[in-house]
C-alpha cells in the first residue's frame, strides 16, 4: 500500500467517526430531557463545593503546622505566657489573613484567641469562648492522635457561624496543645457560589439551615418558601453514598431546584449541604432540528476530507520524487537529483539529499581514480615480489652449494666449519624467506593449488614439532598436543597445511616468554545438517594480542609492536620476520575451504594473557574438476 493511502484512508476513517460521534452527541443532548441535563448540572456543583471545603481544609491543616511549629510556641503555651504567644501568632494570622486563631493548652485552656472583626481589624479575645470544654477538643486529649479535626460550629461572640479544622501539637507522642483555624461561612460561601456557579445551603447535623447565599433562607422565614430539611430527607441524604436530587421551589418569585449531599471532610460528617440553581438555568435548545445538525457535521466533515486530501497529495507528491531519486542513486545512477524547490522542510530535505549525492558523486569519484592507482600498485607490488623471489633463489642456490662444498673440504678445521655453517644457516633463513615471498605471491595471484589426498593431522603436527624441538628446548619452552592423533583422516594437501601449523606454532614461540607454554588441541565440531569438522586450536601462554589487530595480523607483511625492536632470530622471544605467516596460513586454510581467527583478551607483557589460534576444515574439500585456486 503506497503512502498516499496509508495518509488519506486513515484520515478518512477518523473524520467520519469523528463526525458520527458529533452527530449522536449534539443530537443525543439536543434530544435530552430539561430536566436531566439540570440534574446534572446539579450534581457537578455539588461534586466542586464537595473539592473545594477539601481545598480549605489543606490551607487550615497547613497554617496549622505553621502555628505549632513556631518557635518557642510550644514552650510559651506551657509557660502561660499569652503575651509572648500572642508576639509569635499575630505574625502569621496577619500574613495569611486568617479570620479566627485559638491555642488551647493541655488544661484545655484557651491561651490566645485571635478574632477577625467585620473591619478587619484583628482584636485579640481575652476572656474563654469555652472551646476547650467542647467534645471534639476533648477527644484530642483522650485519643492523642495526629489527625486534624474538624467542626462547623457557632463563634458565641458574633454569632457567625464558623468551619474549624484542629490539629493537636506533638511532642514525643503527647498532646501538649491544640491548634483552632476558623473561616466564617459569610466569607467561605460566596467564594463556593463562585466556582459552583450555584447558590450553597449548609445545614448542620440536624438540617437546620445555618448558611445561605439564596436569598430569604433565614430562619424566620416560612417553611414552605425555603429549602429546609425534614427528618425524612435528611434520613435519606445521611444514608447516600452521592448527590441526592431534591425538589423544586418558588424563592421570591423565582424557580429553583435543588441538590444535597453530606458535608464530610475525611472521617468527620459535619452536616450537609445544598446546591441550588434556577430552572432557567440551562435554556432549552430542543427547537434545534436533528437534520440541521447533521447536515453541518456533513458538510464540514466532506470539507476536512477534501482538505486533508489536498494536504496529502501537497506532502506525499514530493516525498515521492524523492523516494524515485534515492532508489535510482542506490542503482548506481549518481547523476539523479530531485529537482525538488520548495521553502519547507521536505524541500529542505531534497536540497541536503541533493548535495549529499553530489559530495558522494565526487568522492566516488575520487574513490574510483584512488582504487585504481591502489590496484595497479598492488600488481605491482605482487609481480615484484614474484621477480625478487625468483631472482634471489638462483644466487641463494648457489651460495648454499658453494658453502656445502666449502664445508666438506674444510670438514677437519673447527673454525672453518663454524663460519660455513653460519653462512649455511643464513640461506636456509633466506630459501624459508623468499619460499613465503613466492607463496604469497601465488595466493595473491590466485594460482594456490592444493592436492588433496587423506591427511593424518597427527603427522602433520608431528612434523611441525620436529622442526621446533631444538629451539623449544633452548628457550625452555612447553610444547603439548592434545586430541590431535584422536582426529579422523582428511582431505587435505599436507604440505601445504604443514605450512600453516608452522607459521602458527613459529608465531607463538616469537610471542611467549622463555618458560612459557604452548599447547595444540584437536577435536571435532558439529557444524549443522549433522556434518562435522576438525578444529585446531593453537595455544600459548604469551603476550597476546590487542583485539585491534585480531583482522589486520592476517594480512601480508603487517606486524604488530615496533618492527625495529624485533629479534634478530626468528624463534627468539619477540623474534623478526617478513610479517608474511599468518598471510600464508590463511590463504592456505581457506584454499581449503576452511576458516582461521584468532582470540586473545588483549596485549600485556606482564600478565600474558595468551593467544588462541583456531583452524577449522571440513573433513573432505568438495570435489572439482581442477585442484581448488584460492580466490583473492
Known amino acids: 500500500m503506497s503512502i498516499r493511502f496509508k495518509v488519506v484512508i486513515p484520515y478518512l476513517i477518523l473524520t467520519l467517526v469523528v463526525a458520527a460521534i458529533g452527530v449522536y452527541v449534539v443530537t443525543q443532548l439536543i434530544s ?95 476572656y474563654a469562648m469555652g472551646m476547650g470544654e467542647s467534645a471534639w477538643i476533648r477527644s484530642f486529649f483522650l485519643v492523642g492522635t495526629d489527625a486534624p479535626g474538624r467542626v462547623l460550629g457557632q463563634n458565641q461572640i458574633n454569632q457567625r457561624y464558623y468551619y474549624y479544622t484542629a490539629l493537636p501539637i506533638l511532642r514525643d507522642k503527647k498532646v501538649l496543645g491544640i491548634v483552632v483555624i476558623g473561616t466564617s ?74 441538590a444535597r449531599g453530606v458535608f464530610k471532610v475525611g472521617r468527620d460528617r459535619l452536616g450537609v449541604f445544598g446546591v441550588v440553581l434556577p430552572v432557567d438555568f440551562i435554556v432549552d435548545a430542543s427547537s434545534t432540528r436533528r437534520s440541521t445538525v447533521f447536515l453541518i457535521f456533513a458538510i464540514a466533515a466532506l470539507v476536512v476530507v477534501l482538505l486533508g486530501y489536498r494536504i496529502s497529495h501537497m506532502l506525499i507528491s514530493p516525498l515521492q520524487t524523492l523516494l524515485r531519486a534515492s532508489q535510482a542513486i542506490a542503482g548506481g545512477d549518481l547523476n539523479q537529483r530531485t529537482g525538488i524547490r520548495t521553502s519547507d522542510e521536505i524541500g529542505e530535505l ?92 601465488r595466493i595473491d595471484s590466485k594460482l594456490l593449488k592444493i592436492l588433496p589426498e587423506d591427511t593424518n593431522l597427527g603427522v602433520v603436527m608431528a612434523r611441525v614439532y620436529k622442526n621446533f624441538r631444538d629451539a623449544l628446548q633452548e628457550r625452555n619452552l612447553s610444547f603439548a598436543m592434545q586430541g590431535v592423533d584422536g582426529l579422523p583422516i582428511i582431505q587435505a594437501d599436507p604440505d601445504q597445511l604443514y605450512k600453516v601449523f608452522y607459521h602458527l606454532v613459529i608465531n607463538a614461540i616469537k610471542y611467549t616468554p622463555d618458560g612459557g607454554r604452548i599447547t595444540v588441541h584437536g577435536h571435532l565440531v558439529e557444524v549443522g545438517d549433522g556434518q562435522n569438522e576438525v578444529e585446531i586450536v593453537v595455544s600459548d601462554t604469551g603476550i597476546g594480542i590487542d583485539s585491534a589487530h585480531h583482522e589486520l595480523i592476517f594480512e601480508k607483511f603487517y606486524q604488530t609492536g615496533e618492527v625495529y625492536m624485533h629479534s634478530s632470530g626468528k624463534t627468539k ?18 584454499a581449503h575451504e576452511g576458516r582461521i581467527w584468532v582470540e586473545s583478551p588483549g596485549h600485556d607483557e606482564t600478565r600474558l594473557p595468551g593467544s588462541q589460534f583456531f583452524v577449522r576444515l571440513p573433513l573432505k574439500v568438495k570435489d572439482n574438476e581442477h585442484p581448488p585456486i584460492l580466490e583473492a
Open 573 to 590: 622471544f619477540k623474534g623478526g620476520g617478513p610479517g608474511l605467516g599468518l598471510a600464508i596460513a590463511r590463504g592456505v586454510v581457506e
Open 185 to 258: 461561612l459569610d466569607v467561605l460561601l460566596p467564594r463556593l457560589k463562585s466556582i459552583s456557579l450555584a447558590d450553597v445551603i449548609l445545614y448542620d447535623g440536624t438540617g437546620k439551615i445555618i448558611a445561605s447565599t439564596l436569598a430569604g433562607q433565614t430562619e424566620d422565614t416560612a417553611p414552605e418558601s425555603t429549602f429546609s430539611l425534614d427528618q425524612a430527607s435528611l434520613n435519606e441524604i445521611l444514608a447516600a453514598s452521592n448527590i441526592v436530587y431534591g425538589e423544586h421551589k418558588k424563592v421570591l418569585s423565582h424557580n429553583y431546584s435543588i
Open 350 to 441: 531534497a536540497n541536503t539529499f541533493d548535495e549529499m549525492t553530489e559530495r558522494l558523486q565526487e568522492r566516488t569519484n575520487e574513490l574510483e581514480k584512488t582504487y585504481k592507482v591502489l590496484e595497479q600498485m598492488d600488481r605491482t607490488k605482487v609481480s615484484f615480489i614474484e621477480v625478487a623471489a625468483h631472482e634471489l633463489r638462483t644466487p641463494l642456490t648457489l651460495v648454499k652449494g658453494y658453502t656445502q662444498m666449502l664445508a666438506m673440504k674444510f670438514k677437519n678445521e673447527p673454525e672453518m666449519m663454524a663460519l660455513t655453517q653460519g653462512i649455511l644457516d643464513g640461506s636456509d633463513r633466506m630459501q624459508e624467506i623468499v619460499g613465503s615471498m613466492l607463496d604469497v605471491s
Open 32 to 126: 435530552g430531557s430539561q430536566e436531566e441535563r439540570l440534574k446534572n448540572q446539579l450534581r457537578q456543583a455539588g461534586r466542586v463545593v464537595s473539592d473545594e471545603f477539601v481545598t480549605q481544609e489543606k490551607q487550615h491543616v497547613e497554617k496549622a503546622r505553621q502555628v505549632a511549629f513556631t518557635d518557642n510556641v510550644v514552650e510559651s503555651l506551657q509557660a502561660g505566657d499569652r503575651a509572648a504567644l500572642e508576639r509569635l501568632v499575630r505574625p502569621q494570622v496577619e500574613v495569611s489573613r486568617l479570620e479566627q486563631v485559638l491555642v488551647i493548652d493541655e488544661q484545655r485552656q484557651e491561651q490566645l484567641h485571635l478574632l477577625r472583626r467585620p473591619d478587619g481589624v484583628l482584636e485579640n479575645i481575652n
